[in-house]
């Protein structure tokens, strides 16, 4: 097995230190390296690693703000000299994060964890699970937010906007790409526009010619077409 891997972190010293490290790893190709966020993206599209040791705080963008802007995140190892990161780090589901300097065991142990979640056979295409938490890069704001807790879902342009407690983030992420990624049981695309969490319906009411109105907890009203209306009927056995 070899897992293709990008190293970025703006330290070319650190670079050197890890490349060196990772020899002794004939499991870890070296596909690329990059001393910033912008570059690293344009390489992550470019080569669609399986892996990136990442630093964060990095001139221009952070190594979050480069995962916000990928539609398809390869797994993750942070890569830091800084410990506050280690929560946000974990809630975006990186594998791992080590503190710098990186100690070869510590190393050794991150690459097993690798090799085991590759070893699973999950893909890209599966759908994300209920369980999972999404993050989200608002302006300045990071958010990092289980699916569990978002009831509503709008097409604002070419983002969406996402409801879950008393937020309200914008993902650079279309309506059509996180149907396809949202796990359907939970998940119900109520027009072009809307995506509701079914779990969170207070109310159906019947509306006019056939068609349903969907109240969610916290007020918001949702109108379907008749087609929907009927996908709906069927989802929820009424």
Do not use: W
């Amino acid at each position: 097995m070899s897992i293709k891997t990008i190293i970025v972190d703006d330290e070319p010293l650190a670079v050197a230190e890890l490349q060196s490290m990772l020899k002794n790893h004939e499991d870890i190709e070296v596909v690329a390296v990059s001393y910033d966020a912008q570059e690293a993206l344009a390489k992550i599209q470019e080569l669609n690693p399986q892996l990136i040791f990442l630093d964060i705080n990095m001139p221009g963008k952070t190594g979050f703000d480069l995962l916000s802007e990928l539609d398809e995140a390869p797994e993750v190892i942070f890569v830091t000299a800084y410990d506050q990161f280690a929560i946000k780090a974990f809630d975006v589901n990186a594998l791992d994060y080590i503190l710098k300097p990186v100690n070869p065991d510590r190393l050794a142990e991150a690459i097993n964890r690798v090799k085991r979640k590759f070893s699973e056979s999950k893909t890209s295409e599966e759908k994300l699970t209920i369980q999972k938490r999404i993050f989200i890069k608002d302006g300045e704001q990071c958010f990092f937010v289980p699916l569990s807790e978002i009831y509503f879902i709008e097409s604002v342009g070419n983002y969406t906007r996402v409801y879950y407690q008393d937020k309200k983030p914008l993902l650079h992420k279309s309506l059509n790409y996180l149907e396809e990624k949202l796990p359907s049981e939970f998940f119900f695309r109520a027009s072009r526009q809307q995506m509701f969490n079914i779990s969170f319906v207070k109310n159906i009411i019947p509306y006019f010619s056939n068609t349903l109105q969907v109240e969610l907890q916290g007020g918001i009203k949702i109108d379907l077409s008749q087609r929907q209306s009927v996908k709906f009927k069927d989802k929820m056995g009424i």
